[in-house]
């Protein structure tokens, strides 16, 4: 029986590396996920029914979108958390076919698990997103991949985030994380 750690570790290998097998692992054939999104800055259904369903949207589909993925959730599950767990994330991207935009954001997952460690139901809400230009790509990824990965606290993020107005707005997320 997966633990929730490893649920969740194993859906961010899955969509960050556009490995849809993986989901198997970690998801339940009757998974429903809702997303929230509070930007204009991406756009996802709302929501989602069956495993299939949810392979296409959060890694099929988003695989084909970007490349340089990394994403990071800002606190682990205790032994207290096998039902649910809620955790802050950080996500950084940019366009696969050509490299800009480059997109920043944050926001909340809302996992709910099974007996069997299996994840039932995801409520992902968006946040905040930033769009950037891929000139900034390289030191927006020199900063994600010098992180904790997929285990980041804010303290973490924050220690060497990039000075870049643009980012304000996620900076901020991050401090009220803490």
């Known amino acids: 029986m997966p633990l929730p750690a490893e649920a969740v570790s194993t859906y961010i290998l ?104 299996k994840v039932v139901r995801l409520v992902i809400t968006i946040e905040v997103m930033k769009v950037l230009s891929g000139a900034e790509l390289d030191g927006v990824m020199r900063w994600l991949s010098s992180l904790p990965y997929p285990w980041c606290s804010p303290a973490q993020a924050l220690t060497s985030f990039p000075a870049q107005q643009d980012l304000s707005e996620v900076e901020a997320y991050l401090k009220q994380a803490q």
Request: proline share 4%; aromatic share 12%; hydrophobic share 40%.
């Open 14 to 117: 899955a969509k960050d590396g556009n490995r849809p097998f993986l989901m198997r692992q970690a998801f339940s054939e009757d998974i429903a996920l809702e997303m929230v999104v509070k930007t204009d800055a991406i756009s996802f259904p709302s929501t989602a029914t069956g495993l299939s369903a949810v392979e296409d949207i959060l890694v099929r589909r988003f695989g084909v979108e970007y490349e340089n993925i990394y994403t990071f959730c800002l606190s682990q599950p205790s032994e207290t958390d096998r039902a649910r767990f809620q955790c802050h994330w950080l996500v950084g991207m940019s366009a696969r076919v050509t490299g800009q935009p480059l997109r920043v954001g944050c926001g909340r997952y809302d996992w709910h698990f099974n007996e069997d460690g």
